[in-house]
């Protein structure tokens, strides 16, 4: 038997009248893997999603959940999909116990051991009303709803957005749990450390286009190397250098980033008598700068996801 | 897979039907009961208030043909019974809380929700948004039932007693008319859901096709020789069935027309629309919805 794939896309676009959400998209997500979904606010995310779920309809292309076309019968493909969307909206005259009850039912299946589990791992009272939560543990209700349906498929729009660091551990950890019992895991995020600790592979979204498809291996091998030198006296000008790109210098400590060849930028700190060199991985924070520039935009969603 | 079985997966759930109709239930009780409490007060009074003949014909004299009065509380129509009384006392209130509860409770089990962003997490379901849609309405629906059987069982009640002397039948139809302005109007409420962007326009837009009714409603009731536009209101065709004082069932066609139609296209409508978005004054939707998304532009 061939495996079909938890998410397909094909050529999936979405235009609201002149203005176009999401460019022709080709996606694929495996059963068992977590991708993750990277972009900055408004690069069509959760308008990707949406498309996914069928909730609104796609200008062009297919989307498939399990084989199962989303946009033409969602009712069908949704059988095996939990959702978590990006705002953590719920009834606020419910109490947790009552919406995870409703939730169960939307949903179709829980599994209430587990959910009880859930419950006391996030440390959630479930027994207070949601107008009296704060929006971190709305946020729980949402993950536990999901996280305890057992979905085939989890898709998850910003899921961590309001829980602290000590939830956030939680949540990496049932999301491995998931992935190690074979579920899917599509992880929309704009939290670059949450993608690089949870994803398989990673798709990068900007301006509502698919730019960048591929493990955190692969992405790094494309990417910059980031070196920080430090000299024994004054710093000489590394901006001309080929292939050098975002110089810091801050005293006789110069950071910088390299694409491509390392051997000019080599030559030209052992010529500058380089007292110390740390050269390193660049992280996702980082991949994602060389993506979209070092804007004031990029530098204020990097600000806002740290 | 044992795993699975012991999950309990269900099929097509109804939920948002259920989850609909316990929220639509709860205030159609309220007014059930009070729309229940009207008629046994009025109809179990009449005999005391105005015990001889010569006093109800004074009724009827004094309060059956004037035009200013009928332009208010709807056609009078034999004041002399005791089932003319109750209908034009009653009417002409019930049928306005009726509306005006029935497009509150549509816009706000639908639009609300989606405004809020809980249609999204029951559109996740099992579902899709045309089935999400009827399913909400088969719940408002649900609502409607609660409001005319508490209705219906109070009138009932009352006709027991020797001097009212309604017939079931009577009574049922008595029923139906109070509650039709609910039926119609949810299925109004239900559509403007679709067509406006909010909640509050939803409101606004309903409110105004109520307030038109109510207009040509009023003028056909005033003048004698208009009474044939109580035929294109809605709101007169509730006032035409007349069911203690020469019943005219037929009347209840339309009201039933209306009601299907209004629903159907409700239901049509939410199947091609996108979530968040309304047909009337589409690209002010979008645009707040692309405001909310892009924040930070790149």
Not at chain 1, 125 to 133: C, I, L, Q, T
Not at chain 1, 253 to 279: F, M
Not at chain 2, 14 to 31: G, N
């Amino acid at each position: 038997m061939t495996t079909v794939a938890a998410i397909r896309t094909l050529g999936l676009s979405k235009s609201f009248g002149d203005v176009v959400a999401l460019r022709p998209l080709d996606l694929e997500v495996s059963e068992g893997e977590v991708l993750g979904y990277l972009g900055p606010n408004g690069a069509g995310k959760t308008t990707t999603i949406r498309c996914l779920l069928g909730m609104i309809r796609a200008t062009g292309g297919r989307a498939e959940i399990f084989g199962v076309d989303a946009q033409r019968n969602p009712a069908e493909a949704h059988r095996r999909v939990a959702y978590v969307p990006g705002e953590e909206n719920l009834w606020p005259g419910l109490t947790g116990s009552q919406t995870l009850h409703l939730l169960g039912r939307v949903q179709g299946r829980v599994d209430l051991p587990y959910q009880q589990e859930l419950v006391e791992r996030f440390k959630l009272d479930p027994s207070k009303k949601v107008r009296a939560y704060s929006k971190g543990n709305r946020q729980k209700v949402l993950l536990i709803a999901a996280l305890s349906s057992r979905a085939d498929l989890l898709i998850l729009d910003e899921p961590t957005s309001g829980l602290d660091p000590l939830m956030e551990e939680v949540f990496r950890e049932s999301v491995g749990e998931a992935r190690a019992r074979g579920q899917a895991v599509f992880l929309s995020s704009h939290i670059l450390s949450e993608v690089e600790a949870l994803s398989d592979r990673v798709a990068i979204l900007r301006a509502e286009e698919l730019v960048e498809v591929g493990t955190l291996a692969e992405m790094r091998h494309l990417s910059a190397l980031s070196i920080d030198a430090t000299f024994d006296g004054a710093p000489p000008d590394l901006s001309r250098i080929p292939g050098v790109s975002a110089v810091d210098v801050e005293g006789n400590h110069v950071g910088c980033q390299v694409i491509g060849s390392v051997e000019p930028l080599l030559d030209a700190l052992v010529a500058s008598g380089v007292h110390q060199l740390l050269s390193r991985e660049p992280s996702l924070e980082e991949l994602f700068l060389a993506h979209y520039g070092r804007g004031p935009a990029a530098a204020q969603d990097i600000a806002h996801a740290a | 897979m044992r795993r699975e079985h012991a999950i309990g997966e269900r099929r097509a759930p109804t939920v948002i039907a259920w989850l609909t109709a316990k929220q639509a239930a709860r205030s159609a009780a309220v007014w059930g009961v009070l729309f229940g409490l009207l008629v046994l007060q009025d109809a179990g009074s009449y005999h005391s208030n105005y015990p001889t003949l010569a006093a109800r014909e004074t009724l009827e004299r004094n309060f059956g043909h004037n035009a200013a009065l009928n332009a208010i509380t709807g056609q009078a129509r034999r004041l002399d019974t005791v089932g003319g009384w109750v209908s034009w006392r009653m009417f002409g209130l019930m049928i306005i809380i009726g509306a005006i509860w029935g497009l509150l409770t549509a816009s706000r089990l639908l639009r609300k929700q989606e405004d809020a962003g809980r249609w999204e997490l029951l559109l996740a379901g099992q579902t899709a948004r045309r089935q999400a849609t009827l399913q909400a309405i088969a719940g408002l629906a649900a609502g409607w039932v609660v409001l005319w059987a508490l209705t219906a069982a109070f009138t009932v009640a009352v006709s027991s007693r020797s001097a009212v002397g309604f017939s079931t039948s009577g009574s049922l139809l008595y029923a139906t008319v109070a509650t039709a302005s609910a039926a119609m109007f949810l299925a109004i409420g239900a559509l403007a859901s679709q067509l406006a962007g909010t909640r509050r326009q939803a409101n606004g837009l309903a409110a105004a096709i109520l307030a038109a009714c109510f207009l040509i409603r009023m003028v056909a009731d005033a003048v004698n020789s208009l009474g044939w536009m109580r035929w294109i209101s809605p709101l007169g065709w509730a006032e035409n069935v007349h069911p203690f004082t020469g019943s005219q069932p037929l009347a209840l066609l339309p009201i039933a027309l209306l009601t299907i139609g209004a629903a159907a296209l409700a239901v049509t409508l939410a199947g091609r629309r996108d979530l968040g978005t309304a047909v009337l004054a589409r690209r002010e939707a979008v645009n707040q919805t692309l405001v909310c998304s892009a924040v930070p532009q790149l």
